[in-house]
């Protein structure tokens, strides 16, 4: 059973990356990623695509919704590295880390390609 489910922008070079990251971080296979433009995400018919597309959405094993960086912060600290997202939950930087996090995801495909030079992936593209 997974402790959380992540569900994710697959299109998204960043994003992809990150999840790669957890996962190869995930050595007691704690956390399942679910890109939310392939066909196992249409199995979550509670999460809703359109908001799933805004930010990032995840359910606990009780079932619960968890958005944002909650996510990040709760996934990397289930693989042993939630020092390093703390700092972003802390009162007083939390709001201003939100209002970050809800700036990026909008415009994440432009900053990808900032970073990357690649501003969406395709099915070959993202799955190194």
Same mark, same amino acid.
């Given at each position: 059973?997974? /402790? ?18 957890? =996962? /190869?971080? #995930?050595? *007691? ?18 999460? #809703? ?10 359910? *606990? /094993? ?14 990397? =600290?289930?693989?042993? =590295? $939630? ?14 880390? #939100? ?6 995801? =909008? ?9 990357? $030079? ?11």
């Amino acid at each position: 059973m997974y /402790q959380l489910t992540v569900f994710y922008d697959g299109t998204c070079p960043l994003c992809a990356k990150e999840m790669r990251a957890l =996962k /190869q971080q #995930d050595k *007691n296979n704690v956390i399942k990623t679910i890109d939310i433009y392939s066909e196992v995400f249409s199995e979550y018919s509670n999460i #809703d695509p359109k908001a799933a597309n805004t930010v990032l959405h995840a359910l *606990n /094993q009780k079932g619960e919704l968890i958005l944002g960086l909650d996510v990040t912060y709760l996934a990397w =600290k289930l693989v042993g =590295k $939630g020092w390093l997202y703390a700092p972003l939950r802390w009162p007083g930087i939390k709001v201003i880390a #939100d209002w970050c996090y809800l700036h990026f995801a =909008k415009n994440r495909y432009r900053v990808s390609y900032w970073l990357t $030079g690649v501003s969406r992936c395709n099915k070959t593209s993202c799955s190194k």
